[in-house]
């Protein structure tokens, strides 16, 4: 299984970044994308996640409302539009998948990180004020 990030860049507060996920030879059907982010000297920090079944989608409330995920099966591709960018959203941005957590509800608690099986290299995200 490989996860492939791209998207990131360096952008200005209140601009627009949408990072893709890439995701190949994942053989399950049911699974749980998530977009977890690290910022120097912090913990893991969950942003957006979606589940491959339904799209039902999970977000962190400092990003609710300003970011969506979404995702194109035919292109094996999960996106992350942020938009309005803060300062605070400076960080490695990591896709991540999983198959083994059951629901939503588990996968975003930051416990459950560490049985996400597969995690992309990440993309910076950098945003100036």
């Known amino acids: 299984v490989q996860l492939v990030e791209s998207g990131g860049g360096l952008v200005q507060a209140g601009g627009s970044l949408r990072l893709s996920c890439v995701v190949s030879e994942f053989t399950s059907e049911e699974y749980i994308i998530g977009w977890i982010r690290q910022a120097p000297g912090k913990e893991r920090e969950g942003v957006s996640f979606?589940?491959?079944?339904?799209?039902?989608?999970r977000y962190d409330d400092s990003v609710k409302g300003r970011f969506t995920v979404s995702s194109d099966p035919g292109k094996n591709t999960v996106y992350l539009q942020m938009n309005n960018l803060k300062p605070e959203d400076t960080a490695v941005y990591y896709c991540?998948?999983?198959?083994?957590?059951?629901?939503?509800?588990?996968?975003?608690?930051?416990?459950?990180?560490?049985?996400?099986?597969?995690w992309g290299q990440g993309t910076q995200v950098t945003v100036s004020s």
């Open positions: 991540a998948a999983t198959d083994i957590l059951p629901d939503l509800e588990v996968a975003i608690l930051p416990p459950y990180y560490p049985l996400f099986e597969h």
């Open positions: 979606i589940r491959s079944t339904d799209g039902d989608t």
